[in-house]
């Protein structure tokens, strides 16, 4: 767990923002997007564990949740 915790609460009106949010109440997690905006290749992005998400600059809606995933954790 790199975050060192299993859920962080942030805001967010995109999920490019919400990723912000998270880099910066988890220092650990800098580096999930890349310089060209996109997210880092080693990570996989879920909203509500439902659907994968490509788009940084989707919106997210009051209550949805991001599910950040290693892509090497897989099993």
């Keep these: 767990m790199r975050a060192g915790r299993g859920e962080v ?3 967010g009106a995109t999920v490019r923002a919400a990723l912000q949010g998270l ?4 220092p650990p997690l800098a580096g999930l997007m890349l310089p060209s905006g996109r997210l880092a290749p080693h990570y996989l ?4 564990g439902c659907r994968f998400v490509d788009d940084l600059d989707q919106p997210l809606r009051p209550g949805e949740r991001l599910v ?3 892509a090497d954790a897989g099993g």
Excluded: G, H, N
């Design 9 to 11: 609460v942030v805001p």
């Design 45 to 48: 992005l879920s909203i509500d």
């Design 68 to 70: 950040l995933l290693s």
């Design 23 to 26: 880099e910066a109440a988890c």
